[in-house]
């Protein structure tokens, strides 16, 4: 660790000594200017050619990250300005310098997409587009509809390759090992499950990296699912009020402020949650001896009532051009209050008995994240250096009772259970990124990273014998749990003709250490791996293009895996952690195509995965019939697939577009001398339309459908959800209203089977039917073009 820091040291302090050698030449004339694309967004890394009448190329160089860019010792007389980036139209200007005016600024510069965009130009701001970037996916959030009065899972859901399931897991291709940033980074919101805190009308665009490059954390095998959040671009005050009522109870106030003025960007924002929610669980448990089958079922209502708040504030300051700052706070709490009520019918024989629980939990949660930013750029385009501090510090505290009637209980069941629960975590991050240009197209990137990450478990629980609490099952433990990550990483990039191309390494360390009050699972483990990365474009014509890429990922367990207690609330399924297991590592390879048509588009792939020592869940049960679920590692996991995006538009006012994957899977292993080994094929399409209709109204509708999977122990079923929305705005787009229906055939249901020679297993879990929300929004002093800020960045 003492050598990382020592290179840590190094590369943060590189670029200082860099800039001192950067300073471009002022002899003769400079031309500057900025360039977006359709969505007014900074175009970073566009290529800028000068040329004179003969179209001889005199100079060029690249855009930053804002888009901008400035040339010097041009001389003087008439040229050409080239504009270049893949996935859109080339752009040239004539103009000319002279002695009375040797510094030239050009108009703001918009470059039209071609090929690699998936949508009319005309309509990007009336509905969702979907576009492809050298290393990653990019699904830009419109006007859809449905991601009015949306949180993140909702948006989530309407993202090609992307599925929400039922029980609100994320899942990539069909997996759910994948990482999921905001802003390129990792919040408490996205590693504890509270994603749909994140409200979906604040968000600019998800980026879906299947084979992320270097200069990203290397966690998550299936990848990364990058939320950005709008910023603004205009000066300014401006403002907007989200009004939202739903049912069941999804109700949300959202009023957000901006100001931006030439030194400084002011933005704030609140958010108001009362929401219910309905769950239904069920699981029917088969036990064979001989002849005689013992059947329990159970029946579970789950009423879930939560109170959420959360704000954000902050600014960025810019004392020049080319330094800036960017301070926030972000802080979000919930109220959680749950009554579940279960009922189990025993059956042995002749004989049928009935069992009744119920449930009371209270919990209490708040995610605080503070952070910093220090933006460098030079007058070269494309150089720019970041510094990024994070403090992430989050806090649960969480009391279940469970109080249980029947005339004849089991000798394995309690009268009473009651747990309490508290969490703490406090994440510190310290990072460093620099960018170099080399030439005209290329671009050298380097940075290093800490993190150190610190989180408490103390969980208790206990049962009811006689009047007197005694603990239950030994889930008496105090555990604590340390991660600490430090990263560096090299990565080129550069183009030749219509062939672009980067590669990257990434070394990262990683030292976990587990420690609990009874020392039963003390647990210290430390690897230091190299994760390299390769991606090649080629524009094969002005609408059609092709990629390749490969990624080498780790996926670490987390606390919740490691730790060997959980949530105890069924008297016959049990959860719980796994403090042996370790890291996956998986190596991925994808090929894709692109080609647009003026009315259509389609965008087929290929892909590979290999992973080692792949997470699986294994299924146990104890002399006393209860049923254990455990992750634990297999051998090998290798998945192949194929999957299809396409887009078609036969008329301008309906677009139309769908989404497919299709894979194989093939597992290698055994736990305690089970057999795990199996292989299987399993699919998932996507259907959805839009339509405008005169007098700016909006109708779209969307269909998800994903097919069975069959692994050693485990058959998942399939299921599927119907959405629906509609939409108006009035005067001139200030006002908004809008009617989303959500899951309205009450289809999407986890349900599963697992089956051995002595037992088998159904379950199924509804974390919510049907819902339905009308939204209201309120802008003022904003324009089409104007974003409202909600970002947990300024400049990076």
Not at 172 to 182: D, M, N
């Amino acid at each position: 660790m003492k050598l990382f820091i020592q290179l840590f040291t190094f590369l943060f302090f590189l670029p200082l000594s860099l800039s001192a050698q950067a300073e471009p030449s002022t002899e003769g004339g400079i031309i500057k200017g900025k360039v977006f694309d359709e969505n007014r967004q900074a175009i970073a890394y566009a290529t800028i050619s000068i040329m004179d009448t003969e179209g001889t190329l005199i100079t060029g160089g690249i855009t930053d990250e804002k888009g901008k860019f400035s040339l010097d010792n041009i001389p003087l007389g008439p040229h050409t300005v080239e504009i270049q980036f893949l996935g859109y139209q080339v752009f040239q200007e004539a103009f000319d310098l002279q002695k009375d005016k040797e510094t030239l600024a050009l108009e703001d510069i918009y470059l039209a997409p071609t090929g690699v965009a998936l949508d009319e130009v005309v309509v990007t701001a009336e509905r969702s587009q979907y576009s492809l970037q050298l290393d990653r996916k990019v699904f830009n959030v419109g006007k859809d509809v449905l991601a009015q009065g949306a949180n993140a899972l909702d948006i989530l859901n309407q993202v090609p390759q992307v599925a929400v399931d039922p029980n609100g897991t994320v899942t990539l291709r069909g997996s759910s090992q994948v990482q999921i940033l905001v802003n390129g980074r990792r919040t408490g919101l996205t590693m504890n499950n509270a994603i749909d805190q994140i409200d979906g009308a604040n968000i600019e665009r998800i980026e879906v990296i299947t084979n992320p490059s270097a200069s990203f954390d290397a966690s998550g095998s299936a990848g990364i699912i990058n939320i950005v959040l709008k910023k603004n671009q205009d000066y300014g005050f401006k403002g907007e009020l989200g009004v939202t009522v739903g049912a069941p109870a999804n109700h949300m106030v959202r009023p957000n402020l901006l100001y931006k003025g030439p030194k400084l960007n002011f933005f704030a924002n609140y958010r108001w949650r009362y929401s219910d929610y309905n769950g239904i669980y069920t699981s029917d448990q088969r036990n064979f001896s001989g002849s005689e089958i013992t059947r329990l079922v159970k029946d579970e209502r789950e009423d879930r009532h939560d109170d959420g708040r959360s704000f954000y504030v902050g600014g960025d300051y810019y004392w020049n051009d080319d330094n800036s700052v960017t301070l926030a706070f972000f802080r979000a709490d919930t109220k959680d209050t749950d009554f579940t009520a279960l009922s189990y019918d025993f059956k042995e024989e002749q004989a049928t008995s009935t069992l009744l629980r119920e449930g009371n939990s209270l919990e209490r949660r708040d995610y605080n994240q503070l952070e910093a930013n220090y933006t460098r750029t030079y007058e070269q385009p494309g150089q720019r250096w970041t510094i990024d501090f994070q403090y992430d510090f989050w806090n649960s505290n969480k009391d279940w009772e469970l109080s249980t009637f029947g005339d004849q209980l089991p000798a394995n069941v309690a009268t009473g259970i009651r747990t309490n629960s508290k969490a703490g975590s406090r994440d510190y991050v310290l990072s460093t990124d620099y960018s170099y240009p080399l030439g005209e197209t290329g671009k050298v990137q380097f940075g290093a990273k800490l993190e150190n990450r610190i989180v408490t478990n103390d969980y208790l629980a206990e049962n009811q014998i006689d009047d007197q609490w005694q603990v239950f099952r030994d889930f008496d433990n105090e555990v604590d749990y340390t991660e600490a990550i430090g990263a560096a990483y090299l990565e080129y990039q550069n183009k030749m003709g219509e062939i672009e191309y980067k590669v990257g390494l990434r070394s990262e360390y990683t030292q976990i250490d587990i420690s609990d009050a009874e020392n039963t699972f003390t647990q210290n483990k430390e690897y230091l791996n190299l994760f390299p990365s390769a991606f090649l474009s080629y524009n094969i014509s002005e609408n059609s293009g092709i990629q390749a890429s490969f990624s080498r990922r780790i996926n670490r367990p987390s606390l919740w895996s490691l730790y060997p207690f959980n949530e105890v609330r069924d008297i016959n399924v049990l959860q719980t952690g796994n403090p042996t297991l370790d890291p996956t590592y998986t190596n991925g390879y994808e090929l894709t195509f692109t080609h647009r048509h003026d009315k259509y588009s389609f965008n087929p792939g290929l892909y590979y995965r290999s992973s080692s020592q792949p997470f699986q869940t294994f299924l146990d049960r104890t002399e006393d019939d209860l049923f254990v679920l455990l992750p634990i590692n297999i051998d090998q996991l290798r998945e192949t697939g194929i999957e299809f995006t396409a887009s078609y538009q036969p008329i301008a006012a309906l677009q139309l577009s769908t989404d497919f994957n299709f894979y194989h899977f093939e597992d290698e292993g055994s736990y305690e001398g089970q057999d795990l080994s199996a292989d299987g094929t399993s699919w998932r399409a996507r259907l959805s339309g839009n339509l405008r209709l005169p007098k700016d109204l909006r109708v779209q509708l969307y269909y998800l459908y994903v097919a069975p999977r069959n692994e050693a122990q485990v058959s998942t079923l399939s299921f599927s959800e119907l959405s629906a929305g509609l939409s108006k705005s009035f005067m001139e787009d200030k006002i908004g209203l809008s009617i989303r229906a959500f899951n309205l055939l009450d289809s999407s249901i986890r349900r599963s089977v697992a089956k051995t020679t002595s037992y088998e297993l159904e379950q199924s879990s509804r974390r919510y039917g049907a819902r339905f929300t009308f939204t209201f929004v309120y802008k003022f002093n904003q324009t089409e073009k104007d974003r409202m800020r909600n970002a947990q960045r300024g400049n990076r």
